[in-house]
C-alpha cells in the first residue's frame, strides 16, 4: 500500500504519517499539488493520495486525468469545515477525513483501497484447481497468461499470485491495455521524455520502470495494437526499456503477467497478435472457468458479497432464502462474478423483512431475475444437456439420461428436489433412478454436496 500525502493537513502531518505506517503503508510527502505530480511521474507511484482540503482538489484532479494516473483521492481538513468537504467530494475526491486524523477512520480506508478487487472466494473444484496451479508458479518467475471471460475474476487472480511470489512486498501495478488510447499507450507502458511529443510537459516514468522489482500486470493485452507489441516483446526479452523521446534503454527488474478475455491462438492466425510475444508470456496458462461451470461458487460468492454490501450501507445482515438460493444457481450468468456482485448488492438494497428473497434478485431494470423472458432453470438446463450430448453418436438414451440426471445432480451441489424441478420429473422419479444407478456401482453426489470449501485472501 503506496500512501502520497500531499500538503501540510495544518498540522496534522506526523499524526497521520504514523497512523499509516502502523497499518502497513509506505508514506511519501509532497507539499503542493506540482510536487505531487512530480513524485507520481518520477516512478514511485501511489496507491492512494490523501490530500489537504485547503489545496486546489479540482486542478489536480485535471492535472491526473490530463496525463492518464489513475489513483484516488482522499481529502483530509478540518471537521467543522463542512463546505469545503463537499467541495472536495465534487472536485473528485472520493471521500473525506475530518481532522484531526482518527487512527480507525484512516485504517478503514486504507484497508478499503488495500483490499479493493483482491478477494479470492472459491469452494468450487473447477477454480480449486486453478488456485492449486496458481500456488504452485507463485513463487517462480515465470510469466503467466492469466484467460477466462470478462468478469471471471482475472485480475483479482492475479493479485493473487503476485502477494504469493518472492515480489510480494514490491509494487503491484496495472495497466488496462484497452483503456488507454494507441497513441499513448507506448507512453504509459515505458515512459517519456520532456518535449517528447505535444504534451509531454516533464518527464514521465512508465509502468515498467514504476513496477521496478515487483509485477507488472498487462491487463487485456490482446488489445495491443500489434506495432507496439514488438517493443514489448524486446523489453520481455531483454528486460530493458526505451522512454519515448530517450536517449538509451533503461534497465528494468519485473515479472510479467497478462489477461485477455480471447482466444490468443486465433489472434496469431488472424495476425492481430504475435505469436513469438505469446510464447513469451505463456509460460503458465491460469485458465479461470465461468461462473456457470463452477456452481458451487455462486453460493459461495454471494454470500460473501451480501456480507460485504451489507456492512458498506449500514443495513442488516441477511441470509439469502431458499428460493432466493435456488434461482442464483439456476442463472447463467453471462457477466460472471462482476455481474454476480452487482445483482446482490442491489439485492441487500431491495431486500425486506429477515431474509433476502427472490423478490430482490433484480436485473439493472427492476425486472426479477426468476421471471426474465429466459428462465434461468431453462438455460441452467440447457447448459447442463450441452455438457453431456457433445458426442451423442453411438450411445444409447439410457446412457445420456443417466448423464444428464448425475451433471444436473452434481450442478445442485446435490440437492435433489432442485435438480428435479431443473429435469422436469418428480422426486419420486429422480430418487427411483439414482437407487438404480447406485445399485449398479455408480457414485452419486451426497444430498448436500459435501463439506464446503472457502478460501479468503487479501493481499
Given at each position: 500500500m503506496r500512501l502520497l500525502i500531499v500538503g501540510t493537513l495544518k498540522g496534522q502531518l506526523t499524526t497521520a504519517t504514523k497512523i499509516a505506517i502502523d497499518n502497513g503503508a509506505s508514506v511519501t510527502h509532497a507539499a503542493d499539488n506540482e510536487q505531487a505530480m512530480r513524485v507520481l511521474r518520477g516512478g514511485k507511484g501511489a496507491d492512494l493520495l490523501l490530500v489537504d482540503v485547503a489545496l486546489d482538489i479540482r486542478d489536480l484532479v485535471m492535472r491526473l486525468e490530463a496525463?492518464?494516473?489513475?489513483?484516488?483521492?482522499?481529502?483530509?481538513?478540518?471537521?467543522?469545515?463542512?463546505r469545503a468537504a463537499v467541495a472536495a467530494i465534487h472536485a473528485g475526491a472520493k471521500e473525506y477525513i475530518p481532522l484531526p486524523p482518527d487512527p480507525?477512520?484512516?485504517?478503514?480506508?486504507?484497508?478499503?483501497?488495500?483490499?479493493?478487487?483482491?478477494?479470492?472466494?472459491?469452494?468450487?473444484?473447477?477454480?480449486?484447481?486453478?488456485?492449486?496451479?496458481?500456488?504452485?508458479?507463485?513463487?517462480?518467475?515465470?510469466?503467466?497468461?492469466?484467460?477466462?471471460?470478462?468478469?471471471?475474476?482475472?485480475?483479482?487472480?492475479?493479485?493473487?499470485?503476485?502477494?504469493?511470489?518472492?515480489?510480494?512486498?514490491?509494487?503491484?501495478?496495472?495497466?488496462?491495455?484497452?483503456?488507454?488510447?494507441?497513441?499513448?499507450?507506448?507512453?504509459?507502458?515505458?515512459?517519456?521524455?520532456?518535449?517528447?511529443?505535444?504534451?509531454?510537459?516533464?518527464?514521465?516514468?512508465?509502468?515498467?520502470?514504476?513496477?521496478?522489482?515487483?509485477?507488472?500486470?498487462?491487463?487485456?493485452?490482446?488489445?495491443?495494437?500489434?506495432?507496439?507489441?514488438?517493443?514489448?516483446?524486446?523489453?520481455?526479452?531483454?528486460?530493458v526499456i526505451d522512454r519515448v523521446g530517450g536517449k538509451g534503454p533503461v534497465p528494468v527488474d519485473i515479472r510479467i503477467l497478462a489477461t485477455s478475455n480471447r482466444n490468443l491462438s486465433e489472434a496469431v492466425r488472424e495476425g492481430t497478435f504475435r505469436e513469438d510475444l505469446l510464447f513469451r508470456l505463456n509460460v503458465v496458462n491460469l485458465?479461470?472457468?465461468?461462473?456457470?461451470?463452477?456452481?458451487?461458487?455462486?453460493?459461495?460468492?454471494?454470500?460473501?458479497?451480501?456480507?460485504?454490501?451489507?456492512?458498506?450501507?449500514?443495513?442488516?445482515?441477511?441470509?439469502?432464502?431458499?428460493?432466493?438460493?435456488?434461482?442464483?444457481?439456476?442463472?447463467?450468468?453471462?457477466?460472471?462474478?462482476?455481474?454476480?456482485?452487482?445483482?446482490i448488492h442491489r439485492s441487500v438494497l431491495m431486500a425486506q423483512g429477515d431474509e433476502i428473497g427472490p423478490e430482490a434478485i433484480i436485473t439493472p431494470d427492476g425486472d426479477r431475475l426468476d421471471q426474465t423472458k429466459t428462465p434461468a432453470a431453462v438455460a441452467h438446463a440447457t447448459f447442463a444437456a450441452e455438457q453431456v450430448t457433445r458426442a451423442l453418436v453411438g450411445r444409447t438414451v439410457a446412457d445420456v439420461?443417466?448423464?444428464?440426471?448425475?451433471?444436473?445432480?452434481?450442478?445442485?451441489?446435490?440437492?435433489?428436489?432442485?435438480?428435479?424441478?431443473?429435469?422436469?420429473?418428480?422426486?419420486?422419479?429422480?430418487?427411483?433412478?439414482?437407487?438404480?444407478?447406485?445399485?449398479?456401482?455408480?457414485?452419486?453426489?451426497?444430498?448436500?454436496?459435501?463439506?464446503?470449501?472457502?478460501?479468503?485472501?487479501?493481499?
Open positions: 496525463e492518464h494516473i489513475h489513483v484516488p483521492i482522499v481529502a483530509c481538513g478540518i471537521a467543522s469545515d463542512a480507525e477512520l484512516i485504517a478503514a480506508v486504507l484497508a478499503a483501497v488495500a483490499n479493493d478487487s483482491r478477494e479470492l472466494v472459491y469452494r468450487d473444484d473447477a477454480m480449486a484447481k486453478v488456485v492449486k496451479l496458481a500456488q504452485q508458479i507463485a513463487a517462480s518467475e515465470a510469466s503467466v497468461m492469466i484467460t477466462g471471460e470478462s468478469g471471471t475474476g482475472k485480475e483479482v487472480l492475479a493479485r493473487y499470485v503476485h502477494s504469493r511470489s518472492n515480489r510480494a512486498k514490491k509494487p503491484f501495478i496495472s495497466i488496462n491495455c484497452a483503456a488507454i488510447p494507441e497513441h499513448l499507450l507506448e507512453s504509459e507502458l515505458f515512459g517519456h521524455e520532456k518535449g517528447a511529443f505535444t504534451g509531454a510537459v516533464a518527464r514521465r516514468i512508465g509502468k515498467f520502470e514504476e513496477a521496478s522489482g515487483g509485477t507488472l500486470l498487462l491487463d487485456e493485452i490482446s488489445e495491443m495494437d500489434v506495432r507496439l507489441q514488438s517493443k514489448l516483446l524486446r523489453a520481455i526479452q531483454e528486460r485458465k479461470i472457468p465461468p461462473l456457470r461451470e463452477r456452481p458451487a461458487d455462486i453460493l459461495e460468492l454471494a454470500q460473501h458479497f451480501a456480507k460485504k454490501y451489507a456492512d458498506a450501507n449500514g443495513v442488516p445482515l441477511r441470509p439469502l432464502s431458499a428460493e432466493a438460493r435456488r434461482v442464483l444457481t439456476t442463472n447463467r450468468w453471462p457477466g460472471n462474478v462482476r455481474e454476480l456482485e452487482n445483482t439420461e443417466r448423464d444428464l440426471i448425475l451433471e444436473t445432480l452434481k450442478h445442485c451441489l446435490g440437492n435433489r428436489t432442485h435438480a428435479a424441478n431443473i429435469l422436469g420429473i418428480s422426486i419420486r422419479t429422480l430418487r427411483n433412478k439414482l437407487n438404480e444407478y447406485a445399485d449398479g456401482g455408480l457414485p452419486i453426489p451426497p444430498a448436500g454436496g459435501g463439506e464446503p470449501r472457502a478460501f479468503v485472501q487479501t493481499a
